[in-house]
């Protein structure tokens, strides 16, 4: 089996929703111009996230089979270095040599990649060829991966912006009785608002523990937009709120910012979905930032650097929760002893009413024919050949960008 065609589809912000236009701190809310905190703002994500949320990979083969993978954010570059590197190097290659590819990949961008959109798609690539290779065997990826440690997978709820609390407690109360044990939400503040902007952060985590009671897990996530003097303060106040996880609380590259607010910090800290490689990963187990790894399979190098990742974070005792639920990380999960839950994006009942929107799920669904779908907060294993990443095609065209 040869590879004889790669294409790509850059797709728009636009199929993430009006979610991306929700209040909550970013590691750019310190610019007044990109801070929508207040919800004054909505468009303030996009101006600086770009036309291009994801790019599509479709690896086509003398076979007649054709993987599907994609590549998160990185505003199109993609699509390019696909196009001018990566299709070169692996166009008549044999798909199922995916060390082999990956490593040809991966060597050939060093001189402008090792972290960003090189890794991004190297991990399109990457997560096509694994669409291939289930497909070929007629078998799901995670059988592939070592077969199924869980029948089930249980899912985390992680929505939850603070539009306001009122909303706020009864989204999450919602999220508990449709089965949901644990839920995520995202904080409004970080140090450009001071003790206010601190307060207020207090106030939303007592709104969604009060919603929810003790037994429901409530993390939450700062996307980087804290420093580590703010967090250290941030999160003394959030102690007696028994929270599971805080996300990302300062910039991915501060690594010695990460192990002095683990080191203080009353709860768990989470981080690595804007890291890459196992190296980057590495670095992340071995200096003790982090008490969960969240990697990114469209982004840390696919699925055959993931086991890597998950392999090391293994042997650290560290667990991978990873970023997003698309189905690719519903395969890894399924098969890994490490893996014990999946991220998933339900629709609150007030933003449902609100659109008169049926669907059930948020985070870029509207391309895929059979998205994952959480039932009494778990998701079944796919069961179909490859990583069941088809394509909704009137979706992928409406959605295309140019």
């Known amino acids: 089996m040869e590879i004889t065609e790669i294409r790509t ?18 590691v750019m809310s310190n610019y007044d111009e990109y801070n929508n905190a207040d919800g004054d703002n909505p468009q303030a994500r996009r101006k600086w996230m770009g036309p291009v949320g994801d790019v599509v990979v479709e690896v086509e083969t003398d076979a007649g089979i054709t993987g599907v993978g994609a590549g998160n954010w990185a505003t199109g570059a993609i699509s390019t270095i696909v196009e001018e590197t990566l299709s070169k190097l692996v166009m008549g290659e044999d798909p199922l040599d995916r060390e082999r590819l990956w490593d040809m990949m991966y060597r050939a961008t060093i001189p402008f990649g090792r972290k960003g959109a090189a890794i991004e798609a190297i ?3 990457d997560l096509a060829l694994w669409d291939i290779a289930g497909k070929e065997a007629d078998k799901p990826v995670y059988e592939l991966l070592g077969g199924k440690t869980k029948d089930e997978i249980p899912a985390y709820a992680s929505n939850l912006h603070p539009v306001d609390h009122e909303k706020l407690a009864a989204e999450a109360q919602q999220y508990a009785e449709e089965g949901f044990e644990a839920m995520k939400l995202r904080f409004r503040y970080g140090p450009e608002a001071g003790r206010k902007g601190m307060k207020e952060n207090e106030k939303i985590i007592e709104t969604v523990r009060d919603a929810v009671g003790d037994e429901i897990a ?24 028994d929270m599971e996880w805080v996300e990302e609380p300062v910039i991915p590259d501060d690594i010695d910012g990460y192990v002095e607010v683990r080191e203080s910090a009353p709860m768990p800290i989470s981080g690595g979905e804007h890291e890459f490689t196992r190296w980057g990963h590495k670095e992340l187990l071995e200096r003790g930032a982090v008490d969960i790894l969240q990697p990114d399979v469209h982004r ?11 392999n090391m974070a293994s042997a650290h005792d560290v667990p991978v929760i990873p970023h997003t639920g698309t189905n690719p990380h519903l395969h890894f999960i399924a098969s890994s002893t490490n893996a014990p839950m999946a991220e998933y994006f339900p629709i609150p009942e007030w933003y449902r009413e609100r659109q008169n929107e049926d669907k059930e799920s948020t985070y870029a669904d509207a391309i895929y024919a059979n998205p994952p779908s959480a039932e009494n907060g778990v998701i079944q294993i796919p069961e179909g050949p490859g990583t069941n990443s088809e394509l909704n095609r009137e979706a992928l065209e409406h959605f295309s960008v140019e």
């Open 218 to 241: 409530v993390a939450a996530d700062a996307y980087m937009g804290w420093s580590v003097r703010y967090a250290k303060k941030m999160l003394d106040r959030l102690e007696p709120y």
């Open 9 to 26: 589809t850059d797709v728009s912000t636009e199929s993430w929703g009006e979610f991306v236009e929700f209040p909550l701190v970013t």
């Open 300 to 310: 840390c190098g696919g699925l055959t650097e993931l086991l890597k990742i998950d």
């Open 123 to 125: 991990s399109a690539v």
